[in-house]
């Protein structure tokens, strides 16, 4: 018997949702970078940029994913979205870290510059003894020879009783800034290129083989 097939192809305006969709979230992140900039001292500017960032980002996804029927399956938009937002929300926590790790530094060149200031006051005091005897004591103090003045003792390590300095981590906020102003845009760029090759060269071609 004779039968009638009738196939509906249904196809997007994709440039509807690269103006609407696309261009506005690539620059949103784009805008989050502008933060690896600006010097770290300024905590106010870099806090607005980075949070104002994230809120604008999920703004956009709110009002784009209310315009666009609710189905249970992955879109590609949604995968686009997902990564924008990983990349700044990893700036706000970027700046977080920055932010800590500068203020460890600042803990730890000030107490270089309390002990450097120890030092100082400790060869001073020792370039002002003038009684030979106690000379002669810290001497032997110095080569070895515990001393049975307490007071020489004390001079002789201004610093004891005191819990050693830190090593400077080699893991800087400066290091960071550098590493974070050239991973994050190249890493994007790649994404950017693996997205486009897979849902646009690579996904319609296949939809359309079929």
């Known amino acids: ?3 009638l097939e009738i196939k ?3 196809k997007r305006d994709l440039l509807y949702f690269i103006l609407q969709s696309y261009i506005p979230s690539t620059l949103i992140v784009v805008c989050s970078w502008v933060a690896f900039w600006i010097n770290r001292e ?3 500017g ?3 940029l980075s949070i104002t960032t994230v809120l604008s980002l999920i703004t956009l996804i709110g009002s784009t994913n209310a315009k666009l029927p609710n189905v249970s399956t992955v879109k590609a ?3 686009y979205f997902g990564i924008c937002f990983g990349y700044v929300f990893g700036g706000l926590l970027e700046f977080a870290t920055v932010i800590y790790l500068g203020s460890k530094e600042k803990k730890l060149v000030a107490l270089q510059k309390e002990r450097a200031q120890k030092q100082k006051e400790y060869l001073a005091s020792i370039s002002n003894l003038k009684e030979v005897s106690l000379l ?3 001497d032997s103090y110095l080569v070895g020879d515990a001393s049975r003045n ?3 003792a004390l001079m002789a390590a201004p610093n004891s009783g005191e819990p050693a300095a830190p090593k400077p981590s080699r893991l800087t906020a400066s ?3 550098v590493y974070s102003r050239i991973c994050f845009p190249s890493s994007f760029v790649l994404f950017q290129s693996l997205y486009w090759l897979y849902y646009y060269v690579y996904k319609r071609g296949y939809n359309a083989d079929e």
């Open 42 to 44: 300024g905590i106010p």
């Open 175 to 177: 290091r960071i800034e």
């Open 136 to 138: 002669t004591e810290l």
């Open 8 to 10: 509906f192809v249904f």
């Open 1 to 3: 018997f004779s039968d």
């Open 46 to 48: 870099r806090a607005c």
């Open 77 to 79: 938009l949604d995968v």
């Open 150 to 152: 307490p007071q020489v």
